[in-house]
């Protein structure tokens, strides 16, 4: 447990097995899903500086920062990892958003996922595969409340409770050497009634 507060925040540094994340990270770095979609910054248009997909079982789209991104039906290897967490988490999981950072320009702002398809107090698995890159979290309103982790090959990070509604997070874009990084966040995304 990492002790923060507002936030509950896990995290298995040796989730998964070596030889698992590598296998893993090998066939989904060279699944034919990956897309770069284009966002707005301050009224102008840059293509995302990462790549994306989304697998899901309810068939439901994920929408935030304006982009709409539509379900591709679970891979058997993305239904086991879902299993797996299971071990660790008792959310249910119906989508995956994973995301793959080609090098260290490509990264992730400033950000919570707190949409409104995901519920109240959402439950986030996070798992990563490939390069090591630093994970920041910043509170929402205690500007000086910072903490950072090393997220590694196969490791998982658990945020539930206030997390997403006290808490921001971001994937800064780095100057070292690092590999191609694929993270995958589980999530559990509902219908919102209108």
């Given at each position: 447990?990492?002790?923060?507060?507002?936030?509950?925040?896990?995290?298995?540094?040796?989730?998964?097995?070596?030889?698992?994340?590598?296998?893993?990270?090998?066939?989904?770095?060279?699944?034919?899903?990956?897309?770069?979609?284009?966002?707005?910054?301050?009224?102008?248009?840059?293509?995302?500086?990462?790549?994306?997909?989304l697998y899901g079982n309810n068939g439901l789209p994920y929408s935030y920062s304006n982009i709409t991104m539509y379900p591709h039906p679970l891979t058997p290897e993305v239904e086991m990892l879902m299993q797996q967490i299971k071990s660790v988490c008792s959310s249910e999981f119906t989508s995956v958003l994973m995301n793959l950072y080609r090098d260290g320009s490509d990264s992730n702002?400033?950000?919570?996922?707190?949409?409104?398809?995901?519920?109240?107090?959402?439950?986030?698995?996070?798992?990563?595969?490939?390069?090591?890159?630093?994970?920041?979290?910043?509170?929402?309103?205690?500007?000086?409340?910072?903490?950072?982790?090393?997220?590694?090959?196969?490791?998982?990070?658990?945020?539930?409770?206030?997390?997403?509604?006290?808490?921001?997070?971001?994937?800064?874009?780095?100057?070292?050497?690092?590999?191609?990084?694929?993270?995958?966040?589980?999530?559990?995304?509902?219908?919102?009634?209108?």
């Open positions: 447990m990492i002790s923060l507060p507002d936030a509950t925040i896990e995290f298995f540094p040796h989730f998964l097995s070596e030889t698992q994340a590598d296998s893993l990270f090998e066939v989904l770095y060279n699944q034919p899903t990956w897309q770069q979609d284009t966002i707005k910054v301050f009224g102008k248009t840059y293509p995302q500086p990462r790549l994306t997909a702002g400033w950000h919570s996922d707190d949409e409104k398809t995901l519920g109240n107090h959402p439950t986030i698995a996070s798992l990563s595969l490939g390069g090591s890159r630093m994970f920041h979290l910043r509170h929402k309103h205690q500007k000086k409340l910072r903490h950072s982790i090393e997220l590694t090959h196969g490791s998982l990070l658990l945020m539930s409770g206030e997390t997403q509604h006290q808490w921001q997070h971001q994937i800064p874009k780095t100057k070292k050497e690092v590999g191609p990084r694929i993270n995958l966040t589980f999530r559990k995304v509902m219908e919102v009634k209108k």
